[in-house]
Structure formats: structure tokens, C-alpha cells
């Protein structure tokens, strides 16, 4: 019997050899350990054996059972590594390997200028806010102070989201794609504390007639400073350290008296042109970028209206702001010299792998 427990070991081992598979292995565990293991056939054949000789099969096949499963769980965890092995050497990517420069992306310049616009109004305490691009007519327009049939509602050619699409609508409630950042304003206004510093930049929509500085999708950057003894001369401080910082020191700008229902005092602000260098003129055409004036409406600002604090909770007798809205594609358009900021969404290659 010992014979036929040697003879085992042996077939065994030479099976476990040339398995190369988990699967073929764990047929190879269920013969010899199975159900109908091929050591208990042999255990069956002692049946006839003194208790001695019982005893002393019976421990030697225990120990080959034992032996069978080390040797089984070792073929499973070699077998597991040289699998992964394989996959890894089988998925692995080549970093080294080189490329066409020429393929390589690169950042949009209106991605650029906001990125640049925000460094410098963090590095002067502002604060970061967001808020939706569909936006309801009540926090667009009526919380700004331009409540319906208002004439200052014309200056907004909108996008009314009709409602057969507009599945949420609470009752009254019209929504629209937001035709400025202001109603982030609101939304802050409500919901933090005093003092204020805030920027919101991104994307704004209007129904507009295309031309060389208006698109019907355009990125806006609006601020908003609420506090104790904010003043007109911190407006125009900010926005002048602003430019200089964005376009150059020598950048000039031109504060010109306005209207807007959610400010007073309101004003447009210019920025000497960049592309003509403030002569209107560039080669021997008219600049299309300023229309030959040398001035770039960049911006609106104001004071922030009495009844828009009012209408936030906030005691416009005790505090007082500021907010100014500007158009990111503008001043992207200036900063790279592109004479028209309507070929930032043209996709023209030609255009884009300028910069
Ligand atoms: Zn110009």
C-alpha cells in the first residue's frame, strides 16, 4: 500500500506540472481531493489490514492529503501571478514613446483670460461664486430692480425657455437662459453674510444680432462688494488696478455716465483699444474692434441700487456696494489682438492654433 500512496504522489505531481490554467488546476483538485478522490480509493482498500497497519496508512495519507492541498494552493497563487503578469504586460502603455508636438491641446483664449482674471481678483480678496445657466425670470430681472414691462428689459434680448419644454415649472415661474451674471448678485446677497466680495465669471446668453463684438453666447465676468462705507472711488480703484494688471500699465480707461435699473450711480467703462493702440486706426483702415473711436466698451458698473440691497434683506442706509459686469471675450479679444471676438466660437483651427 505504501507503493500505491508513492505511486499517487508521483502522478499527482507530474499532473500539477503541466497545468497552466486555474481551471484545468481546480479539475486536478477535485480528482484527488474530491468527492471521489483518488486517495480515498485507496483508503477503501485497507479495509482488509491489521489496525496497525490501518493506523499507520491511514496517517501516511493524511499527510499526502495535506501535502496535495500546499502544493494545490501554491500552483493557484503562482498561476494568479503569472496571469497578472501577462495583463500587465499585455495592457501596459508606453510613456516613452514619441509624438506629433503639433497634436498637443492647449488652452481656449476666453479659458485663459478667465483663469487670469480670477488670479487677479483672488490676489485682491474676491471670492469665487457660481450660479445657474437657466435661470428664472425672478432672479434675472425682478430682484435687479427691471420688473415686468420695465423698458430696460428691451436692452435684454432673451431666451425664453417655452413652456412645453420646461417640464419643472412652478406656477408663474418663467425661466430663460441668463442673459447676464447679475442674478448670481441676488443669490449671494441672499444667502451670505455682509461683508461681500465676490467674481462671477461664465457663460451668458443673448438673442443678439452677430457682429464683430456680439454674440448671442458670450462669458461675462461680474463683481459685487457689499459692505460698511463702500464707496464709487473703491469701484474705480479696483477696476483700474484690474486693467492695468490684465492689459498693461499704460492702459487708460474712461468712465462715462449710464443707466442701469439695478445700479446708481451707473457708468460704461472704456478701455483704450489695444489692438490700434487708442488711434481708432490700424495700418491704414479703421480699427473694426473700437470702430475707429479707440475706446473698447469693456464694461458696465455702478453703485448697487438701494431697492436691489433692500430686496435682499440688507439696510441700504447702514451698507453700501458696488458692481461691475465685463465681457470676457472682449478682453480676450484685446489681450490676443483678434479683431473680432465672434472667431473665438468659429472653431477655426486656422484661428485657434495661434495661441
Ligand atoms: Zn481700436
Redo the contacts with the bound molecule.
Keep these: 500500500m505504501d507503493v500505491n500512496l508513492t505511486e499517487l504522489e508521483k502522478r499527482f505531481l507530474s499532473e500539477l506540472e503541466v497545468i497552466e490554467s486555474i481551471g484545468a488546476l481546480e479539475l486536478l483538485e477535485a480528482d484527488y481531493l474530491g468527492k471521489k478522490w483518488k486517495l480515498k480509493a485507496i483508503l477503501w482498500g485497507i479495509k482488509d489490514m491489521s489496525i496497525e497497519e490501518k493506523k499507520q496508512i491511514g496517517v501516511k495519507a493524511n499527510e499526502l492529503k495535506n501535502s496535495f492541498t500546499d502544493f494545490l494552493v501554491s500552483k493557484k497563487e503562482a498561476l494568479k501571478k503569472a496571469l497578472i503578469e501577462k495583463r500587465v504586460q499585455e495592457e501596459s502603455i508606453d510613456v516613452t514613446l514619441s509624438y506629433s508636438s503639433k497634436m498637443r491641446g492647449h488652452k481656449h483664449p476666453i479659458s485663459h483670460t478667465t483663469e487670469l482674471l480670477e488670479d487677479i481678483f483672488i490676489s485682491l480678496g474676491f471670492k469665487i461664486e457660481d450660479g445657474p445657466q437657466i435661470e428664472d425670470e425672478r432672479h434675472n430681472f425682478d430682484m435687479l430692480n427691471i420688473p415686468d414691462n420695465h423698458p430696460a428689459r428691451d436692452v435684454w434680448d432673451t431666451f425664453w425657455i417655452s413652456d412645453e419644454i420646461n417640464n419643472h415649472k412652478n406656477p408663474g415661474e418663467k425661466l430663460l437662459l441668463r442673459t447676464h451674471t447679475s442674478p448670481v448678485q441676488i443669490r449671494t446677497m441672499l444667502s451670505q453674510d455682509l461683508p461681500i466680495k465676490v467674481i462671477v465669471p461664465w457663460r451668458v446668453f443673448r438673442y443678439e444680432q452677430e457682429d464683430a463684438r456680439h454674440t448671442c453666447n458670450f462669458y461675462q465676468l461680474e463683481g459685487l462688494v457689499v459692505g460698511e462705507g463702500v464707496t464709487f472711488w473703491d469701484l474705480k480703484w479696483t477696476l483700474d488696478t484690474v486693467m492695468k494688471e490684465l492689459l498693461g500699465k499704460k492702459t487708460e480707461l474712461r468712465f462715462r455716465p449710464s443707466i442701469f435699473p439695478f445700479t446708481e450711480p451707473s457708468a460704461e467703462v472704456d478701455v483704450s483699444?489695444q489692438?490700434?493702440g487708442g488711434t481708432?486706426r490700424v495700418w491704414d483702415r479703421r480699427?473694426s474692434?473700437?470702430s475707429g473711436t479707440?475706446w473698447v466698451e469693456l464694461l458696465g458698473a455702478g453703485m448697487v441700487h438701494p431697492k436691489v440691497l433692500e430686496g435682499c434683506g440688507i439696510d441700504p442706509m447702514k451698507y453700501s456696494g458696488f458692481a461691475f459686469g465685463m465681457g470676457i471675450d472682449r478682453i480676450a479679444a484685446q489681450r490676443f489682438w483678434v479683431s473680432s471676438s465672434r472667431m473665438f466660437y468659429q472653431s477655426k483651427l486656422k484661428m485657434n492654433e495661434q495661441f
Design positions: 483699444c489692438i490700434c481708432g480699427c474692434m473700437c479707440g
